[in-house]
């Protein structure tokens, strides 16, 4: 049973990391999109 891999403690800081960035960089543009949307 060696389904469940340990990920190394670096592949899951880049994951964390990247989530956070792209958590961040959606921010604004739902914000921008909802202010259009609400323009239009």
Known sequence: MDLYKVFPAHI???RRTFAVVAGVLALPVMLF???RARFY
């Open 33 to 35: 999109w909802k202010d």
């Open 12 to 14: 899951i800081f880049m």
